[in-house]
């Protein structure tokens, strides 16, 4: 398997290390390109950006999201019904020019449909990272051979359950930062982080030195600031998405909210 490559410093490494040398913690936002429409995509964008979000994860509407939650199910059916494809979500990433990283958020099949040169063109429109949530490491090496050689940061998602081998490889088959799935299941909100959170938290630790970023279920910003002291930062999706669907302006203030509460840790020295 090829070894993910990314430019020598990314955006989204840069950010990760700007942070750090600071002491603070990442907050990864989740939206749903087209959601809640297209043309509220860009203000709800920016708005997030605004208000200190340090990553913005976009994710592709897709007809079958198995491992999303009903929240976002929701969300990638409104964006389908508002006729939201991938070239139109690189068409609004493009127009957004955002100023902090994106994480282009996809299944395989939509990337799969959009040809050998899609990944170029994401790059082109200001995508820096990419997950695939259905390609788990090891699972199709040309795939991850074309994905590596992108030049996009490739992030991968860690499950609890993930054993400590496995972790390594990924490890080393990752850029960017890990996204580690706080829980089983499929997202959403939940009232509570996982009791064995600390556990994986310090297995994934001691298996690579890449950023942790920690999600699934996160939707307080009480629950931010805990996960935010396992990990290196916090990934907020149903919460988000949720919000979005009442008004923009909620999802600003979420976000804005889960932002002060990850800046009222004590920094790192």
Same mark, same amino acid.
């Given at each position: 398997?090829?070894?993910?490559?990314? *430019?020598?410093?990314?955006?989204?490494? @840069?950010?990760?290390?700007? %942070?750090?040398?600071?002491? =603070?913690?990442?907050?990864?936002?989740?939206?749903?390109?087209?959601?809640?429409?297209?043309?509220?995509?860009?203000?709800? !964008?920016?708005g997030?950006?605004?208000?200190?979000? /340090?990553?913005?994860? $976009?994710?592709?509407?897709?007809?079958? +999201?198995?491992?999303?939650? *009903?929240?976002?199910?929701?969300?990638?059916? &409104?964006? %389908?019904d508002?006729?939201?494809?991938?070239?139109?979500?690189?068409?609004?990433?493009?127009?957004?020019?955002?100023?902090?990283?994106?994480v282009?958020?996809?299944?395989?099949? +939509?990337?799969?449909?959009?040809?050998?040169?899609?990944?170029?063109?994401?790059? #082109?429109?200001?995508?820096?990272?990419? %997950?695939?949530? /259905?390609? +788990?490491?090891?699972?199709?090496?040309?795939?991850?051979? !074309?994905?590596?050689?992108?030049?996009?940061?490739?992030?991968?998602?860690?499950?609890?359950?993930? +054993?400590?081998? =496995?972790?390594?490889?990924?490890?080393r088959?990752?850029?960017?930062? $890990?996204?580690?799935?706080?829980r089983?299941?499929?997202?959403? #909100?939940?009232?509570?982080?996982? /009791?064995? %959170?600390?556990?994986?938290?310090?297995?994934?630790? @001691?298996?690579?030195?890449?950023?942790?970023?920690?999600?699934?279920?996160?939707?307080?910003?009480?629950?931010?600031? /805990?996960?935010?002291?396992?990990?290196?930062?916090?990934?907020?999706?149903?919460?988000? &998405?949720?919000?979005?669907?009442?008004?923009?302006?909620?999802?600003?203030?979420?976000?804005?909210?889960?932002?002060?509460?990850?800046?009222?840790?004590?920094?790192?020295?």
């Amino acid at each position: 398997m090829t070894t993910a490559i990314s *430019p020598a410093t990314s955006r989204l490494q @840069a950010r990760f290390a700007s %942070l750090a040398a600071s002491g =603070r913690k990442a907050l990864v936002c989740y939206v749903t390109a087209g959601h809640p429409s297209p043309s509220e995509s860009i203000r709800l !964008w920016r708005g997030l950006a605004a208000a200190g979000a /340090d990553v913005l994860e $976009v994710g592709v509407p897709f007809s079958d +999201p198995m491992a999303d939650g *009903p929240v976002i199910q929701r969300s990638s059916q &409104v964006a %389908l019904d508002h006729g939201m494809t991938l070239a139109g979500t690189l068409d609004l990433i493009r127009e957004a020019a955002l100023d902090i990283p994106v994480v282009l958020f996809s299944y395989l099949n +939509p990337l799969l449909a959009g040809g050998e040169s899609v990944l170029q063109k994401a790059r #082109e429109a200001g995508v820096d990272g990419v %997950l695939v949530t /259905d390609l +788990p490491v090891g699972a199709d090496p040309t795939r991850e051979a !074309w994905f590596g050689a992108s030049g996009l940061d490739f992030v991968r998602l860690v499950a609890p359950t993930t +054993p400590a081998p =496995r972790m390594e490889e990924i490890g080393r088959h990752g850029g960017g930062f $890990v996204y580690l799935i706080s829980r089983l299941g499929v997202t959403g #909100e939940r009232a509570a982080l996982a /009791d064995d %959170l600390p556990e994986t938290v310090a297995r994934l630790r @001691a298996a690579t030195t890449l950023p942790l970023c920690i999600g699934f279920g996160i939707s307080t910003p009480e629950q931010a600031r /805990d996960a935010a002291r396992l990990g290196d930062g916090v990934v907020v999706g149903s919460a988000l &998405v949720r919000a979005a669907g009442e008004s923009v302006e909620s999802a600003i203030a979420l976000a804005a909210s889960m932002r002060a509460a990850l800046d009222e840790l004590p920094h790192a020295s």
